[in-house]
Every structure is written in C-alpha cells, then in structure tokens.
C-alpha cells in the first residue's frame, strides 16, 4: 500500500514541477517528465503485482 501513496507522491511532484512558474525551480523542471514517467510506471507496476496477488 506504501508503494502506492509514493507512486502517486512522485507523480504529483512531476505535475507541480511542469506546471510552477517558480524562478527557483526553474533548473529542475527539466526533470519533471523523468518524475511523471517514473511515476505512472510504478503505479501501473504496483498495480500490476496488487492483482497477480490477488489483492485487487
């Protein structure tokens, strides 16, 4: 279940990178699609071991 709240987690970060107009952050939204891919591939992993387990 924790893996789940973290996926979402970076996921959300992603988002919140790509979309802030922040000057301070602005050297680390080249880094937003890494956090946003990184994330929906381990919610869809998460996911994917949830129902082979049969959790789902």
Known sequence: ???LIVAIAILIF????KSTNDP???SSK???WMFIL???LTL???????YQNGEL
């Open 24 to 26: 301070k952050l602005e």
């Open 1 to 3: 279940m924790i893996g």
């Open 44 to 50: 869809i992993g998460k996911l994917v071991i949830m």
């Open 30 to 32: 080249r880094f937003s």
């Open 38 to 40: 990184i994330g929906i």
């Open 14 to 17: 992603g988002v919140f990178l």
